[in-house]
């Protein structure tokens, strides 16, 4: 069946960087884009952007311009996103997703979510 | 950016009634809206796309819909594995953006 994999937790520092991985099995990796959720304690989910799995092109969202990038390998079917100079406001879960069925970008496959805490 | 306000932020209910969560949108846009359910510590869960059809396996007791910038998620009667937090996403425009949430508890 379809299904992400992520990394697990991370304890991360202020001004450190976070890479969190998703793996992807049970389709063809190249034929969907991947999505980039989190979800900060309190706050609602935030899309991050998204990643072009066959030619690798990104689309960030400005809130996370210039501290973010999505990069893939096609021949592991893993897609990373990484998190530049962190602060406490990071802290969150991370989620990868897709639209499989075409439902023109809502998503119904996610990951089980990666922890990543901000902390001195 | 389109914002997406939730209402109410909590609503107390019991299993078997009949229940409906509000999303609004600060813009216009047509049917590019999703509704999400998420129980603790999990991944949130498509239910609804295209502000009116169910994802695949969801039950029929789930409905969308749309009325220009007001959206309805409808639980037709509730049962106790409904009590969850419910989002909805627009996807009309770059950022996609989600509203904070409804969260179900029972009475």
New interface residues.
């Given amino acids: 069946q379809v299904q992400f994999v992520q990394s697990g937790a991370e304890v991360k520092e202020p001004g450190a960087s976070v890479r969190v991985s998703c793996k992807a099995s049970g389709y063809t990796f190249t034929n969907f884009a991947i ?1 980039w959720v989190r979800q900060a304690p309190g706050q ?4 991050m ?1 998204r990643i072009n799995t066959a030619q690798g092109n990104t ?1 960030y ?3 996370f311009q210039g501290r973010v990038t999505f990069t893939r390998d096609t021949s592991a079917t893993t897609a990373y996103m990484e998190l530049s100079s962190l602060t406490s406001e990071d802290t969150a879960v991370y ?1 990868c ?1 897709m639209d499989l ?1 075409n ?6 496959i ?4 990666t922890l990543v805490t901000v902390s001195s | 950016e389109i914002v997406m306000t939730q209402s109410p932020a909590t609503l107390s209910v019991s299993p078997g009634d009949r229940v409906t969560l509000s999303c609004r949108a600060s813009q216009s846009f047509s049917s590019n809206l999703a509704w999400y359910q998420q129980k603790p510590g999990q991944a949130p869960r498509l239910l609804i796309y295209g502000a009116s059809t169910r994802a695949t396996g969801i039950p029929a007791r789930f409905s969308g819909s749309e009325s220009g910038t007001e959206f309805t998620l409808t639980i037709s009667s509730l049962q106790s594995e409904d009590f969850a937090v419910y989002f909805c996403q627009q996807y009309h425009n770059w950022p996609y953006t989600f509203g904070q949430g409804t969260k179900l508890e029972i009475k």
């Fill in positions: 999505h609602r989910l935030a899309w952007g689309k969202s400005e809130k989620y997703a069925q439902y023109s970008d809502a998503f119904d996610w990951g089980q979510g």
